[in-house]
């Protein structure tokens, strides 16, 4: 007989923005045969009367069990439903023990900037242009110095979780993923998804830590945590007016001491850039801990 899974006929629950669909599963007195049909059957997504809700878990608990006669087996199961949140735990199906779930965005952010990369154009209107030195919205000031009015560019980002199944005995250290949040990577990392193979690797400072989620222990033993970071490039050959071969860490911050020198073609005083330092905002260390690689 095969296992099968129905809606129930009574007992859905429905709020503002969650919501649970009550389930009957038949067919099968193993609890993982029942909860992965259910998984199967339960729509990822419900509609709402604005926008929808995701699936962010799915339970069942047993109602009749007769390991002899499996057909005679009854579950009654539990899809529960919330509005889509990128820190909800809505993985699409029960994960296995030591397995690692990797999802996130790489949605661009926006920063505002006062240097462009290079300047590719200059026009004036009977005399030369004259050189900005890279400086975006160049205005004298009544007290004889310059404003710099800069401008917002796009800028790249990756934010992602890595959900990973802890076993028995194999349990993170709490206090060594709370020393961990708020730290850099003092190591290569690479950490690659159990189902779809999907690798994220980052060079030495390229990841912060934001810290974990963790839930209750499974009935097999496992304990779930959802890890979150951040990634940001490494970058070197930097250039800052006339100052090159510059490189920073991904997390660290770089910035220029400029002085403000008289140009004649601008008829301004000008600032020049005269050093640029790279300063490190994050403790680092090792990632190790968190047994994700």
């Given at each position: 007989?095969?296992?099968?899974?129905?809606?129930?006929?009574?007992?859905?629950?429905?709020?503002?923005?969650?919501?649970?669909?009550?389930?009957?599963?038949?067919?099968?007195?193993?609890?993982?045969?029942?909860?992965?049909?259910?998984?199967?059957?339960?729509?990822?997504?419900?509609?709402?009367?604005t926008?929808y809700?995701v699936?962010?878990?799915?339970?069942?608990?047993?109602?009749?069990?007769?390991?002899?006669?499996?057909e005679r087996?009854?579950?009654?199961?539990?899809?529960?439903?919330?509005?889509?949140?990128?820190?909800?735990?809505h993985?699409?199906?029960?994960?296995t023990?030591?397995?690692?779930?990797?999802?996130?965005?790489?949605?661009?952010?926006?920063?505002?900037?006062?240097?462009?990369?290079s300047?590719?154009?200059?026009?004036?209107?009977?005399?030369?242009?004259?050189d900005?030195d890279?400086?975006?919205?160049?205005?004298?000031?009544?007290?004889?110095?310059?404003?710099?009015?800069?401008?917002?560019?796009?800028?790249?980002?990756?934010?992602?979780?890595?959900?990973?199944?802890?076993?028995?005995g194999?349990?993170?250290?709490?206090?060594?993923?709370?020393?961990?949040?708020?730290?850099?990577?003092?190591?290569?990392?690479?950490?690659?998804?159990?189902e779809t193979?999907?690798?994220?690797?980052?060079?030495?400072?390229?990841?912060?830590?934001?810290g974990?989620?963790?839930?209750?222990k499974?009935?097999?033993?496992?304990?779930?945590?959802l890890?979150?970071?951040?990634?940001?490039?490494?970058?070197?050959?930097?250039?800052i007016g006339?100052?090159?071969?510059?490189?920073?860490?991904?997390?660290?911050?770089?910035w220029?001491?400029?002085?403000?020198?008289?140009?004649?073609?601008?008829?301004?005083?000008?600032?020049?850039a005269?050093?640029?330092?790279?300063?490190r905002?994050?403790?680092?260390?090792?990632?190790?801990?968190?047994?994700?690689?």
């Amino acid at each position: 007989m095969s296992i099968s899974v129905r809606r129930a006929a009574s007992g859905d629950i429905h709020g503002l923005n969650t919501a649970e669909q009550m389930w009957v599963i038949t067919g099968t007195a193993d609890e993982n045969e029942a909860l992965e049909a259910l998984c199967d059957d339960a729509p990822m997504t419900i509609p709402k009367l604005t926008g929808y809700l995701v699936r962010k878990d799915v339970q069942v608990e047993a109602v009749f069990i007769d390991p002899a006669r499996p057909e005679r087996c009854s579950w009654r199961g539990r899809a529960i439903y919330q509005s889509p949140d990128v820190t909800s735990w809505h993985f699409s199906t029960r994960k296995t023990l030591g397995s690692k779930s990797i999802r996130g965005s790489t949605r661009a952010g926006t920063m505002h900037v006062k240097r462009s990369l290079s300047t590719v154009g200059a026009y004036g209107t009977g005399a030369t242009a004259g050189d900005n030195d890279g400086f975006i919205g160049l205005k004298p000031t009544s007290e004889g110095g310059v404003d710099i009015e800069g401008a917002d560019m796009v800028t790249r980002g990756c934010d992602f979780q890595v959900l990973a199944v802890y076993a028995t005995g194999s349990y993170p250290s709490l206090g060594a993923i709370y020393a961990l949040s708020g730290c850099t990577n003092s190591g290569p990392v690479t950490i690659t998804d159990s189902e779809t193979g999907l690798t994220i690797s980052a060079a030495i400072g390229e990841l912060l830590y934001h810290g974990g989620d963790f839930g209750d222990k499974r009935d097999d033993g496992g304990l779930e945590w959802l890890h979150h970071f951040s990634m940001s490039p490494n970058a070197t050959g930097l250039i800052i007016g006339d100052i090159t071969g510059i490189a920073k860490k991904g997390w660290e911050y770089l910035w220029a001491r400029h002085r403000e020198e008289p140009n004649e073609t601008l008829g301004l005083l000008a600032p020049k850039a005269v050093a640029a330092y790279v300063e490190r905002m994050y403790p680092s260390a090792s990632f190790a801990p968190l047994g994700l690689t």
